[in-house]
C-alpha cells in the first residue's frame, strides 16, 4: 500500500490506545443512551419482537385485570374473542400480504435490462480502481475489507503529512517558513503543525477504534454498518478543506498532494458506506419478508383456534387472582401480534440508520463533536 505511516511509535501507541474509545466518546459527545442504541441497532431484532410481544402481553393482562367487569365475564355475557380474533385474522393476512409486495420491490431492483446491468457493473469497477490506485494493491471483494483498506489509506496519509510537517519544525527549530524572514508564513507553519496534530489525532483515534470493530466482521450481520458508522468522515472533509485553505502559502506540494489524496480517501468511504448500507437494507428487507412469512403461518393457527373453539368455559379457574381465560387470551393475542412486532423491530433499525446517513459528503446534520 502507498504512503506508508511515518509516525512515531509513541504517537502511535497513545492512537491506539485511545481509538478503543473513540466510539463511545462519540456516543457521549451526541448525547445517546447506550439502551435506546442498544434497542435501536444493536440487538437482535428476534430478541426485540420478542420483547415487544411480551410487553404487549403484560400490558394486556394488566389492563384487564384493572378493568371492571373481568375480562371472563365479558366473554360469558358476549363473545370480545370473537370480534378480537377475526379482526387479527384479517390484520394478519393483510400483513403478509403487503411483505410479499415490499419483497416484491426489492427484487425489482435486481432485475433489468442488459444495457443498465452493465451500467451498475461499470460504476461499481469505477469506484474500485479508484480505490486501487488510492491503495496501491486491488481492492477487496469483502465488504469489511473494502471499507478498511480505505480507512488505512486515510490514517495513511493524514500521519504522512503530520511527519512532514514535524520534520519541517525539527529542521527549522525557530519555526522559520519556506521562504526565510517572512514573519506571518512563520506563524502560519506553527498553526498548520497545530492543526494537522489536531486533525491526525482525531482521524486516526476514529480508525483505530472502526477497524477494531470491523475485524472479523462478515457481511449479513450488523456489524459491518454499524462499524461504518462510527466513522464521521463528513466533518474530518470539511477540516481538511479548512487547513488547505487557512495554510494554503504554508504548505508545500507535497503536503498538498497528500492532503488531497487523504480527502479522496474520506470522499470514497461516503459512496462505499452508502453502498454497503443499500445492500444492508436489501439484505434485511429480504430476511424480514421471510420471518413475516414464517410467523404469519402459526399466528393464523392460533387466531383460527380462538375464534373457532374458545369460549368462556374452555379454560375456567384462576391462578394467583387472575382468571386463566385472560392469560390464555392475552398470550394469543401477543402470538397473532408477533408478525407485527418483527415488522417494528426490523423497522426501527433500518429507520434509524437511514436517519444517520441521511447526508452524503461533508454535511453534519446533528451534533457529532
Not at 461499470?122 to 480502481?129: G, H, M, P, Y
Not at 503529512?161 to 526565510?180: I, K, L, Q
Not at 494537522?196 to 477494531?212: P, S, Y
Not at 443499500?278 to 410467523?295: G, H, M
Request: hydrophobic share 45%; aromatic share 6%.
Amino acid at each position: 500500500m502507498s504512503g506508508g505511516s511515518g509516525a512515531s511509535s509513541e504517537d502511535d501507541a497513545d492512537d491506539a490506545e485511545s481509538g478503543t474509545d473513540t466510539a463511545d466518546t462519540m456516543r457521549e459527545r451526541a448525547g445517546e443512551n447506550r439502551v435506546k442504541l442498544w434497542l435501536l441497532l444493536r440487538a437482535n431484532r428476534l430478541v426485540v419482537a420478542t420483547v415487544l410481544s411480551c410487553t404487549v402481553f403484560v400490558a394486556f393482562v394488566a389492563v384487564a385485570i384493572i378493568l371492571s367487569p373481568s375480562l371472563a365475564a365479558k366473554v360469558g355475557a358476549s363473545d370480545p374473542i370473537e370480534t378480537l380474533f377475526a379482526s387479527m385474522i384479517t390484520a394478519i393476512v393483510t400483513g403478509a400480504t403487503l411483505v410479499v409486495t415490499i419483497g416484491q420491490v426489492v427484487l425489482t431492483q435486481e432485475t433489468g435490462p442488459l444495457g443498465d446491468q452493465q451500467e451498475r457493473m461499470e460504476d461499481t469497477l469505477a469506484v474500485r480502481n479508484s480505490v486501487a490506485e488510492l491503495t496501491g494493491s486491488p481492492a477487496p471483494t469483502d465488504p469489511a475489507a473494502f471499507l478498511d483498506a480505505l480507512l488505512v489509506a486515510a490514517s495513511d496519509r493524514v500521519r504522512d503529512v503530520r511527519e512532514s510537517v514535524r520534520e519541517r519544525g525539527d529542521d527549522d527549530p525557530n519555526g522559520t517558513a519556506p521562504e526565510e524572514g517572512v514573519d506571518d508564513l512563520a506563524a502560519d507553519v506553527d498553526d498548520l503543525a497545530a492543526d494537522v496534530d489536531e486533525l491526525a489525532a482525531d482521524l486516526v483515534d476514529n480508525v483505530e477504534a472502526v477497524r477494531g470493530r470491523l475485524d472479523g466482521a462478515s457481511f449479513g450481520s450488523f456489524d459491518v454498518v454499524f462499524a461504518a458508522l462510527d466513522f464521521d468522515y463528513s466533518p474530518k472533509i470539511g477540516r481538511i478543506e479548512r487547513i488547505t485553505d487557512a495554510h494554503d502559502e504554508a504548505l508545500t506540494d507535497a503536503e498538498r498532494d497528500l492532503l488531497g489524496e487523504l480527502r479522496e480517501a474520506l470522499s470514497l468511504f461516503g459512496p462505499v458506506r452508502e453502498h454497503v448500507k443499500t445492500l444492508y437494507f436489501r439484505w434485511e428487507l429480504i430476511d424480514l419478508s421471510r420471518l413475516i412469512l414464517y410467523a404469519a403461518v402459526p399466528a393464523l393457527v392460533v387466531a383460527g383456534v380462538m375464534l373457532t373453539a374458545v369460549d368462556a368455559g374452555t379454560f375456567p379457574g384462576r391462578t394467583l387472582g387472575v382468571d386463566h381465560v385472560t392469560l390464555v387470551v392475552g398470550a394469543a393475542f401477543a402470538v397473532t401480534l408477533f408478525p407485527f412486532s418483527l415488522f417494528v423491530s426490523y423497522l426501527l433499525r433500518v429507520l434509524t440508520i437511514a436517519k444517520r446517513t441521511l447526508a452524503i459528503g461533508p454535511l453534519v446534520l446533528r451534533d457529532s463533536e
